[in-house]
């Protein structure tokens, strides 16, 4: 992206290519894109917008979506200044308007990853909020730098799983601006999927297993269901802490709420459709939705804890996994992760397999990035990559970088994924885990230390630093060896 002191010459760049400032309906920006509505899309030149030093540019719908990356701010900020449209705040939400022609199967089955990141990405300050506060709180106690039952730890260590426990209610407001259902509706079916005493049906007829110290524990057998509704046995699923299952039944309440919308008359619609709404997805979602999701994540969790339990093949497994992760999360799969962790966690006492695999992607999509940065000629592009190196190593945003750089001139992405896939294997050989779980950054690492009373609680931790490090190096190796700046340049001239 452009030095501080071109973000004007890159905004008045982008307008012209727009066609001017009187073909500007609208503009927004989010995270990462600047978003405008041109009056006139004949006038776009968008190819000639993508040579400007962007990462990228695209036509969805009627809106031109320029991919600006971490100084989105500041050139928003330019964009507004040059041409004078109304300020607007950063949008949280995926505002791509639907095209009102019929989607092939492909395209639909192409746009489900995408819709389920555009329902998390807006809660991810949360989740990183308490990912990083579980950090601090791991670090001080392990470290003895204040007691494990001080009440000030165990205040900071219920607030941080706050987060993580009511993930359902935070997704289901995000997944509701994403599909078009009323904020408080969408809010309401996440509560729904954990209410306290749902969970304690939930708990009675899944079972659970009573600690007994000294001995072996008590388990008490589950009645098989959650209640029931309408006489149908509730499936006693634990939908905390969970994602898929408040998507996709706030994705169907969107046509349950769209329908009663067309149907109920207009002057007792505000009262009505909410009610008529609620009645009728309770028993899709608890009957039907949810359970459905649950098992479908479990199942997979299942198949990912059975494939590590063939004797010999763990090491494999691990290491083709991390070598692939990266497609994991350019899709938005790694989201669906969070239960196949715990499953792996609660049967090995440690999650040898995703969190190892987040933290070689992060920083060998990083090292990829800087053996760009110092290959290329181009300033730009020099620039870029320096700035999603530093993105990936630090505060573990990915975006940037595989959009910008790896996924775009593809030997980067060979790079880091060999580099990946030979940490993984020595994390593998040498059982290497995490205990806590978060997103991969530089402030996260403490998730690799063991809280129990051990006499090496930072052996994970050092291991995995060890990884990662030989892991960075080789893809910064083979990156160098592979990246050929005049192939970038080839890639840059096609758009």
């Known amino acids: 992206m452009a030095k501080e002191k071109d973000f004007g010459q890159l905004a008045a760049q982008i307008v012209e290519l727009i066609g001017g400032k009187d073909n500007i309906a609208h503009a927004a920006h989010c995270l990462t894109r600047l978003r405008i509505t041109p009056k006139d899309t004949s006038l776009v030149k968008l190819d000639e917008i993508k040579k400007l030093g962007v990462i990228g540019a695209q036509m969805i719908g009627d809106q031109v979506q320029v991919i600006i990356g971490n100084d989105i701010n500041e050139v928003y900020d330019a964009f507004v200044n040059v041409t004078g ?29 995408p819709a389920i ?21 791991m670090i001080l106690t392990n470290f003895h730098i204040v007691p494990a039952d001080s009440p000030t730890i165990q205040t900071l260590t219920w607030v941080y799983n706050v987060a993580f426990w009511f993930l359902p209610v935070f997704v289901g407001y995000a997944a509701a601006k994403r599909f078009g259902v009323k904020t408080a509706m969408g809010i309401l079916m996440g509560a729904i999927l954990i209410h306290p005493t749902f969970l304690e049906l939930v708990k009675a007829g899944a079972g659970y297993t009573i600690p007994n110290p000294g001995g072996p524990p008590t388990i008490v057998p589950g009645t098989g269901s959650a209640g029931s509704l309408f006489g149908i046995p509730i499936y006693p699923g634990d939908y905390t802490s969970t994602i898929i299952p408040v998507i996709v039944c706030v994705f169907v309440q969107s046509y349950v709420e769209k329908f009663l919308n067309k149907i109920v008359p207009k002057n007792i619609r505000f009262v009505l ?3 008529l709404e609620i009645l009728i997805m309770v028993p899709l979602a608890l009957l039907v939705l949810a359970p459905i999701s649950h098992r479908l994540s479990t199942a997979f969790a299942g198949l990912m804890i059975s494939l590590l339990h063939i004797p010999g093949a763990g090491p494999i497994i691990i290491c083709l996994f991390c070598a692939l992760y990266p497609f994991i999360v350019i899709t938005g799969m790694h989201f669906n992760l969070m ?44 620039s870029l990559a320096l700035s999603c190196a530093f993105s990936d190593a630090v505060p573990g945003i990915s975006e940037p970088g595989m959009y910008g750089v790896t996924f775009k001139y593809k030997t980067p992405l060979y790079g880091a994924m060999i580099g990946s896939a030979v940490g993984g294997l020595i994390a593998a050989i040498l059982n290497v885990g995490s205990y806590a779980g978060g997103p991969p950054n530089l402030f996260t690492w403490a998730m690799f230390i063991n809280p129990a009373p051990v006499p090496d609680a930072l052996r994970d931790l050092k291991l995995i630093i060890a990884c990662v490090v030989l892991g960075a190096v080789i893809a910064f190796v083979a990156t160098w060896l592979l990246y050929k700046d005049e192939a970038a340049d080839k890639i840059e001239a096609q758009g």
Request: charged letters at 20%; glycine letters at 6%.
């Open 85 to 113: 449209v109304e300020r607007t705040a950063a949008i949280d939400e995926n505002l791509d308007p639907e095209l009102t022609r019929k989607k092939s199967f492909k395209e639909i089955l192409g746009s489900i990853f």
């Open 117 to 137: 990141v555009s329902c998390v990405f807006p809660i991810l300050p949360a989740l990183l909020a308490c990912g990083m506060l579980q950090s601090i709180v």
């Open 273 to 275: 459709v909410p009610t």
């Open 339 to 382: 239960a196949v962790a715990m499953a792996i966690g609660q049967q090995f006492g440690k999650n040898p397999l995703t969190s190892v695999a987040g933290f070689l992607f992060q920083y060998t999509q990083a090292a990829a990035c800087l053996a760009v940065a110092l290959k290329a000629k181009n300033a730009e592009r020099r």
